[in-house]
């Protein structure tokens, strides 16, 4: 069975990783972000920020029930890591006793103030030393003035006096003028809030702070058969799961490139689902199909029934059946083999049998009734409130009316 876990706590990041019957998130998921050398933590970064602790301190899975697509998958809703629909996982209890197959997985990451206050200490002693001049304890100390005293002897060595005068006189304090002063010393504030925004957004988020360990890690050979058998032994696949938008994208160019172009999905009334493929899930459907039911629910009569999505075990067959439909009319050719189960592992099928393509046409006219629905609710609520504003206006009128008359 394979699990999506969510790295870096990045949306664009949900690997998936293959679990065995006896793993449990202890020995398999919390593993993947070890820095102990049975983990990938000494090898890249999968914390969200350098404000983070180097590894999650639980897990919990994704309740969202999920964006259905049209080929009858699954993928996560952008709310998908949102509080409420996060459930704790057991790290003791097997994997697959809490989570359905390719379900999402997010790690529990919490702030390091010990990274907080170090990093603070280092901006402040920094800020410290740009200090103006007029106001500083200890003036002329900045980086950019000890840099100038290491360059003056090499000014001079090489006989260039002029330049070493004058850079000598840049470095004396209170050469520059208090505008001046202050002016540089809001440029380095600035720095500072610009370099703080890198680092709390991840934007910048290195393995390490020391220059040695990230040469050491970015010169080494990931074709190592040490490094093979260790991401082997995690169970990781490799690929990620798709986010909406690059479904989106994918499946349009699939579906124009199929029928020749825009003009000819058009043709074949392919273009408007193209354009806007799926639909988003209702509470109690999906990923929310209660785990103890697997094979007690059947998928198919469930939504003959009410034209509701429960997953169930035939439901995971079904989508098996389809795949191996699917790579058998690849004729043996490795390339487009791989291209199949890549893509069914990033965005499920493209090209469902028709029993999936019926069960998404069901769940299709359900999603469109609620959305009339919903349509008919909030305009049925506009026009009572209308109603009640207009109503409140005549009483307006009737009161002034009979103001006016008692004025008479």
């Known amino acids: 069975m394979e699990v999506n876990v969510r790295l870096n706590a990045d949306i664009e990041k949900d690997f998936a990783f293959q679990v065995d019957h006896e793993d449990t998130i202890k020995t398999k998921i919390a593993r993947i972000f070890r820095k102990d050398g049975t983990g990938m933590g000494h090898l890249m970064v999968l914390r969200p920020t350098v404000f983070h602790k180097e590894e ?21 809703d ?76 090499l000014l001079q060595h090489f006989e260039l006096f002029d330049f070493a005068d004058r850079m000598r006189q840049e470095i004396t304090p209170g050469y520059s003028s208090l505008f001046a002063q202050w002016a540089f010393f809001s440029l380095h504030i600035g720095k500072i809030l610009l370099i703080t925004l890198f680092f709390g957004v991840g934007l910048c988020n290195p393995i390490s702070f020391n220059p040695y360990k990230v040469i050491k890690v970015t010169q080494l050979d990931l074709a190592q058969p040490k490094i093979k058998n260790l991401v082997k032994s995690l169970g990781w696949v490799g690929i990620r799961r798709g986010t909406f938008d690059e479904y989106q994208s994918h499946f349009y160019q699939y579906i124009t490139k199929k029928y020749g172009g825009p003009v000819g999905a058009s043709k074949a009334g392919k273009l408007r689902m193209a354009c806007n493929p799926g639909f988003p899930l209702g509470d109690g459907e999906g990923f929310q199909t209660p785990l103890s039911q697997r094979f007690e629910l059947h998928t198919f009569e469930e939504i003959e029934k009410k034209g509701l999505f429960y997953i169930s075990e035939d439901y995971f067959v079904e989508l098996e059946n389809n795949l191996k439909q699917n790579i ?56 009572e409130k209308v109603a009640k504003r207009r109503q409140e206006e005549r009483r307006k009128q009737d009161k002034l009316a009979n103001e006016s008359k008692k004025l008479k």
């Open 328 to 383: 058998e009319k690849c004729n043996g050719d490795i390339g487009l083999m791989n291209t199949e189960v890549k893509r069914f592992r990033r965005f499920g099928l493209f090209e469902p049998d028709a029993k999936i393509e019926h069960m998404v046409e069901l769940r299709k006219k359900t999603y469109e009734k609620m959305h009339e629905e919903e349509e008919s609710k909030i305009e049925k609520d506009r026009l």
């Open 56 to 76: 999650p301190t639980g897990f919990y899975k994704s309740m969202h029930p999920g964006y259905m697509t049209e080929g009858g998958c699954l993928i996560f």
């Open 78 to 153: 952008y709310d998908a890591d949102e509080r409420e629909y996060l459930q704790l996982l057991e790290e003791d209890r097997p994997i697959l006793e809490q989570v359905w197959p390719g379900q999402l997985v997010l790690p529990r990451w919490e702030i390091s103030k010990s990274n907080i206050y170090r990093y603070v200490a280092i901006m402040l002693a920094w800020l410290y030393t740009d200090l103006p001049d007029c106001i500083s304890p200890t003036p002329g100390i900045c980086m950019t003035n000890n840099m100038s005293r290491l360059i003056i002897p």
